[in-house]
Structure formats: C-alpha cells, structure tokens
C-alpha cells in the first residue's frame, strides 16, 4: 500500500532529521516545477502535484537512505542540486515524491594542480570551483551560461556544454570519475584514471542520466592552465548563414580549436551586435585561448579562412570582447526576467538540437519557416550555432511570442508546438532532438524515434536501475 504524505515525511525525518525536511507549502509549490513552467510559476499558478517533501541530503549516506527509503516504498524521486533546469527535469510529475536535494553537500574535496583534476561533491556551484581553481591558475573549461548557479551534479546529470566547448568539449569529456547512488541505495564509485579500456564506459551510464537512474554525489573534474591574457576574439558579419556555416566548417574541419566558435542569424544577433551590425547581419565570431604560439596560429587559420569568403566582412574585437564579458546568467538576471515576463506577457525560450554539417542549414531555414506560419504570437524567431564539431554542428533556436492564454495552458499552446515543429524538422534530417539542456519531461514525445533501434539499450537501462519506477518519474523515458 502507497504511503501517506505524513508517513514519508516521518520516514525522512527519521533519516535526515527534522531540520532537514521541508515541508512549507510555498516552497513545495514551487518545488514542483522548474523553468519549463517559468511562466505559471511567476504567475503563482502550480498544475503539477506538489512533492511530500523537499529532503536535504548531507552526505552520500543520506542519500543513500532516502533512496533505499523510496525504493522500497514505491515514492517518486526527483534529484535536484542548482534548479536551473529548463526542461521539466524537476517537476514531480506524480503526487507524493520527494524532491532529494544535494545542494547542501557543497565541499570542494581537492584540487590538484599536479594530476590536473579537481573533486566536488554534487552541490558545488561551478563558479565556486571556477574562482577557487583559477588562484591556482587552472580552469575547468567548463563555462555555460549558468555557471554562476548551476552545481557540478546537475551540470553532469544533464550532459551540459560550456561556451568554450569547442577547445575543451561538454561535460562528458570533462568528467575522469564519480560516486552515484542507484534506486537501491547501492553506492558506486568509478575511479579516476586518464583513460581505460575495461569494456563499456560506464561513466556515460551516469552522465547524462538527469535523476532517472541514479543520484551523482561527487565528481572529480580535468583541469587546464588558465591563461586569460591571451585571450583573443575575431569576428565577421556576414550576408546569410548558408555561408556563414561553410566558413564555421571550413574552420572546424581544418583542425583548428578556437574555444569559442558562433554563429548568430540576425533575429538572434540583433539581441546582442546592434552596435556594429545591420539589421540584415550574420554575425561569426571565434575566441582563441591557451599558449600564445596556439592562440597566434588559431587566429591566423581563422583569418586566412575567412578572406577565402569575400562575404565575411571583419569586426573591430573589442566589441566581441564586451559582449561576451556579459554573457553569463546569475540571480540578478534571473529575478529581472521574472518581472519583465509579468509586465509584458512576452516569454523568450529557446530549444537546442544538432545536425552533421550537411543538414544543419535545412533545419534552420525549415524550422523558421514552418514557426513563423504555424504557430500564433511568435514576435521574434531565429538563432545561432555556439557548439561545434568535426562533423557537424549545434543550433540553439530562440524565440519569443506574447501569452495569449491562460498560464496553465502556455506550455502546452506554445512551447510544446514549437518543440514539435523543431524536432520533427531536426528528426526528418537525422539529427539530434536535444544538444545540451537535457530531455527533461518536455522532449519526452519525440525518444523513440531520437534513439530509433538502441532505444532497446535505454528500456533495459531503465528496467536494470530503477526496476520499481521511482527515479525522477516521466523524465527521459514518458510516463
Ligand atoms: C540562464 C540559463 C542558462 C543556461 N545555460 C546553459 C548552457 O550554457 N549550457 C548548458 O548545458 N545548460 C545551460 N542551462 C541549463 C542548465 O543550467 C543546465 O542543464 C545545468 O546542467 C543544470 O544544473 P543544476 O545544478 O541547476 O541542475 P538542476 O536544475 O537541479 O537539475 C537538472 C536535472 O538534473 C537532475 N539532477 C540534478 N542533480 C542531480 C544529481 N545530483 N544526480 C542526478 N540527477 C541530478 C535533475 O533531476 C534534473 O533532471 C542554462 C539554464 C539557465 C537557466
């Protein structure tokens, strides 16, 4: 028989004692969502059941416990460390789960400037690490644009990108080793060594997982020399993005690794270049970094590129400079938008999927097309590239429309039409339906035919590591 809220409370309270166990309404409300549901959440309107509790977890015993605890009790769990989430991944898709929180398990444990790696446990927030490895003068390379909230065990949870992927790659080439907790509460531990060839690499069992098979409590990270003052940006406007994606290839599949590497069409630019770009602007854009013999031949590879496309027309660098200075996102921007969303009824997204090189362009020129005829109220669409590859590249579709309906209709009316006309544009072509933020519950409809034949692998995954169904619920796999 299901527990009663009382009795999961109680059973927590038993594990992490009271002071950890949360149980105001408001917070519970809010615990529901994450930034799927932004625009019912600033509007106080909750449609998802709200959790029993919100349980801090101390420590990789805690959670543990909890685990053990809701496993065999049948009671949904959804992992949660910085809740920048912006896929649905925190919601609590079934009443009574428990939200198992590790922000609270927040100590760097090492950084070790000689192996070149750096131990956290799971509630670190990376720009605490940043700061702290950067005296030391390394960095992790790893910079997404919320990096001054989100915490190492979701950023690896979620298989996030950093801005400076295309030098240092995503998160998975970034993790050596971890602890995880399965639905069991079996801990395990996956060493850290440069590389092994012990069969399947299990570390990518856990990466990537978001809460549907396991809890990450630590994670040792590689570190870089940090060398900012080398830093150096070269950028172009351009004329339409067709060739602005063969001049980003042509870079790519040259060899060099410019650690940043964008592409922005000019609904997405206009956002960010007004100073020095046309309203009708492309904007391409690198930044190299590292040893200044690297940085010098990465921007002399680049330039000599682009002179080879008589449409790329240079920009003065400092104005790349200031832009990116102003990149990232913390609470300030976050409370900002949450007022403005309520004054104007005007939301902005964004969805992100990738294609190889050949495709990519037909995704984009199709997905606009389609969006600005069948869905109703988009004000702006467009995008850019911002990770790229050897074979193929991101794109990360932004758009705004004005809410015309009440708040508990807008995913469904806007956010879940535009996802379906961009994923099945991106299917129809062969690519990815998701490149970074996670499938969460939002691009759950479309995992079947994401992952085609080898969605066998994923079931049995499933079925191996949460055999009762109690890990993050609706997430990955559909309810
Ligand atoms: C303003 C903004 C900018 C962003 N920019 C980027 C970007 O540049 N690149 C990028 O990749 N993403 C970006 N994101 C998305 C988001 O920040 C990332 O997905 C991030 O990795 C989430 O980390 P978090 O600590 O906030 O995780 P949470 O939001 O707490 O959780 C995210 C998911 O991971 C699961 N999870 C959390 N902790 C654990 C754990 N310990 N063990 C197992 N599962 C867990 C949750 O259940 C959920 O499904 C952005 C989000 C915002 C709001």
């Not at 602005?244 to 690794?257: H, I, N, S």
């Not at 031949?297 to 200031?322: N, Q």
């Not at 600005?372 to 705004?400: K, Q």
Request: charged residues 20%; glycine residues 8%.
């Amino acid at each position: 028989m299901a527990l009663t809220r009382t009795a999961i409370v109680q059973g927590l309270q038993d594990i992490l004692g009271p002071h950890n166990v949360i149980t105001d309404a408001q917070e519970l409300q809010r615990s529901s969502v994450d930034r799927l549901r932004l625009y019912e959440d600033v509007h106080g309107v909750y449609t998802r059941p709200p959790p029993a509790a919100v349980a801090m977890a101390r420590n990789t015993e805690h959670v543990a416990q909890v685990l053990g605890f809701a496993n065999r009790h049948g009671v949904n769990v959804v992992a949660r460390t910085g809740r920048t989430a912006t896929e649905g991944g925190l919601e609590t898709a079934v009443p009574d789960s428990v939200v198992l929180d590790g922000s609270g398990m927040d100590r760097i444990l090492e950084i070790d400037t000689y192996n070149m790696q750096a131990s956290v446990q799971c509630g670190v927030c990376l720009q605490t690490l940043e700061d702290e490895a950067r005296k030391l003068g390394v960095t992790t390379g790893h910079s997404p644009q919320s990096k001054p909230i989100a915490q190492l065990g979701g950023l690896v949870a979620t298989r996030s990108i950093g801005q400076f992927s295309t030098l240092y790659g995503g998160i998975e080439d970034m993790v050596v080793g971890l602890e995880a907790v399965f639905a069991d509460g079996t801990v395990t531990r996956i060493k850290n060594v440069p590389r092994r060839a012990v069969g399947p690499d299990i570390r990518h069992v856990v990466i990537g997982n978001e809460g549907a098979l396991c809890f990450i409590t630590e994670v040792t990270v590689k570190l870089f020399p940090y060398l900012p003052q080398n830093n150096t940006f070269v950028g172009y406007t351009l004329k339409d993005m067709r060739t602005g994606f063969e001049a980003l290839r042509t870079v790519m599949v040259q060899g060099y690794k410019p650690s940043v590497a964008r592409l922005y069409d000019p609904a997405d630019g206009a956002f960010h270049f007004s100073q020095f770009a046309a309203r009708d602007d492309c904007v391409l854009l690198f930044m190299a970094e590292g040893p200044e013999g690297i940085v010098r031949a990465t921007k002399d590879g680049i330039e000599a590129i682009a002179r080879a496309f008589p449409a790329c027309k240079p920009v003065p660098a400092h104005y790349l400079e200031e832009w990116f200075a102003d990149l990232n996102w913390g609470a300030d921007k976050i409370a900002n938008e949450r007022k403005e969303i309520l004054a104007t009824r005007s939301m902005g997204r964004t969805t992100e999927v990738s294609a190889n090189w050949s495709t990519i362009c037909d995704i984009y020129e199709n997905a606009l097309r389609r969006l600005r005829t069948e869905v109703a109220d988009i004000t702006v669409a467009g995008g850019h590239s911002s990770h790229s590859y050897i074979n193929g590249t991101n794109m990360y579709f932004i758009y705004y429309y004005d809410v015309k309906c009440a708040p508990e209709q807008e995913v469904a009316t806007y956010r879940t039409e535009i996802n379906r006309v961009i994923c099945e544009e991106t299917l129809w072509f062969g690519g990815s339906v998701v490149h970074h933020h996670g499938m969460g519950k939002a691009r759950t409809p479309w995992v079947k035919e994401e992952y085609a034949s080898s969605y066998y692998i994923l079931e049995r995954l499933k079925r191996a590591f949460d055999p009762n169904g109690v890990m993050n619920k609706g997430t990955i796999i559909p309810l």
